[in-house]
């Protein structure tokens, strides 16, 4: 028979089944694959943690998947610290994980953190020591796979943006054990050659086995060696490498390294547009301001203008050509005054109307003019000259005077 | 290799930036600005050439073990 007065309801039993896994479970590791991985628009990540045969619900909260140093993914083994809660609203057991580690590659993961702590303390990350990306570098070299996503992400960005730019590919094996080796050679190869401003080195997505070359001590070393500024683009902008760490600019992806090296072709064109637009207007600026100068020096505004010039030239020449003829009639009449004047005077001095008055010329018999009374001599003869008619006359004697 | 291709931008891009400062500095005599007003603009219509008849060039390493750094055709 069936006790319904000894049943528990629903939630009770719930609260049982709570207070006798919880503190059971308060902290614990457990590892497995990730399946049915979801990272949750809210930053949550939901996941179920599975082997062969069994499967555990897995809750990583924001605040604590924040520190997770890889991409967690599908199909990847990993160690999970956290504590074990029931979820009444479901009837569900989960686990509420505080720590994820990547439970394959765990040594490596060690050998990482450790890396990392050692560049770091030798200085290899300072911002101090980053180089500076060139602002118009003419040619880009790369060293990735000839054949995989990062290169065609990067040719596609670059023919869109960037066509006058010129690229060197150094192809390199990018995952496996020669890939550190072969990067290294390829980055070392690149930064040897003069023309090369900017280094790009880098791969498309892949797992964290896949980016561990980029994890690689001798390339972090190489990388701080390079006189050439290296661009670091590895994998997503989730995946952080050792790689991107001590490059010059670390790129969230191949395509962003493209975009991050090569200034836009309309960037250049409004760039050249603005120093034309710039030195038009310096040059027009100075020539204003000469043009103040000779204002200011001739006081005459009129010379910013030439047709002014030549209109006022040929206004002044009408003016004058009129004066100037208008003056000549008036020299004219006032000359033919004068001279109408000076002919009255030149006849009132003839000495022919003198004679005309009474009076008459002596004339010595060579010719000339007797002015004195000792010209002629006592009996010499001479010619006196009337206002009509001439004779001859004789000196007799000289009279006192 | 023409000589068109021979132009590097960079430099070109850094002299057009310094003739825009020395026009700037308005100590020249406008002879000398004028020359260099039209230095710039011959530099700003090089740039503006190269970028529009520039196609992109990839030029690809061949891998070597000694390191050298031949150049095989471009894969373009």
């Avoid at chain 1, 002014?308 to 100037?324: W, Y």
Wanted: include cysteine; charged fraction near 30%; charge should be neutral.
């Amino acid at each position: 028979m069936i006790n319904s007065q000894n049943s528990l309801s629903v939630s009770e039993l719930t609260l049982k089944i709570k207070g006798l896994i919880e503190p059971e479970f308060s902290d614990l590791w457990v590892k497995g694959e990730i399946s049915n991985f979801k990272h949750h628009t809210s930053g949550h990540m939901y996941f179920t943690l599975k082997d062969k045969s069994a499967e555990l619900r897995c809750v990583m909260f924001r605040g604590m998947n924040r520190n997770i140093q890889f991409k967690p993914e599908n199909g990847m083994d990993v160690s999970l610290q956290g504590k074990v809660t029931v979820y009444e609203m479901k009837g569900q057991y989960q686990l509420i994980v505080q720590t994820m580690e990547p439970a394959g590659i765990g040594t490596l993961y060690l050998a990482f953190e450790a890396l990392k702590k050692q560049l770091q303390s030798e200085g290899l990350f300072d911002l101090s020591i980053k180089k500076p990306l060139p602002k118009y570098p003419g040619k880009i070299g790369i060293v990735t796979s000839q054949s995989g996503a990062a290169i065609s992400d990067m040719l596609n960005v670059f023919q869109r943006r960037a066509p006058y730019m010129e690229l060197m590919l150094r192809p390199a094996v990018v995952q496996g054990e020669e890939a550190a080796r072969d990067i290294v050679n390829g980055l070392i190869e690149l930064d040897r050659i003069k023309s090369i401003d900017i280094i790009i080195i880098g791969r498309g997505g892949g797992s964290i086995e896949d980016l561990w070359p980029f994890n690689d001590e001798l390339l972090a070393r190489a990388i701080s060696r390079c006189k050439t500024p290296i661009i670091s683009a590895v994998g997503h902008e989730t995946d952080v490498t050792i790689s991107d760490m001590v490059s010059d600019v670390r790129a969230p992806t191949p395509s962003a390294a493209a975009e991050i090296a090569a200034p836009s072709f309309s960037e250049l064109n409004k760039i050249i547009s603005k120093h034309l637009d710039q030195l038009y207007n310096l040059i027009d600026l100075q020539l204003k301001l000469q043009w103040q100068t000779l204002d200011r020096l001739s006081d005459r505004h009129e010379f910013q203008r030439p047709n002014t010039i030549i209109e006022r030239h040929r206004e002044v020449e009408n003016k004058l050509g009129h004066r100037l003829s208008l003056s000549l009639k008036h020299i004219i009449s006032i000359k033919k005054t004068n001279i109408e004047g000076l002919v009255k005077e030149i006849n009132a001095l003839n000495p022919i109307h003198v004679l005309e008055r009474g009076y008459s010329i002596a004339f010595k018999r060579e010719g000339q003019i007797v002015r004195k009374e000792d010209d002629l001599k006592v009996g010499e003869s001479f010619v006196l000259k009337t206002g009509k008619g001439e004779m001859e006359a004789e000196k007799k004697q000289s009279l006192p005077v | 290799m023409t000589k068109e291709k021979l132009f590097k931008f960079e430099p070109a891009m850094e002299e057009l930036e310094k003739i825009v400062a020395q026009l700037e500095a308005e100590n020249s005599s406008l002879e000398k600005s004028l020359e260099l007003y039209e230095k710039g603009v011959k530099i700003a219509e090089k740039l503006r050439k190269h970028l529009d008849d520039a196609e992109q060039r990839i030029e690809v390493l061949k891998k070597n073990k000694n390191s050298s750094s031949d150049v095989e055709d471009p894969i373009d």
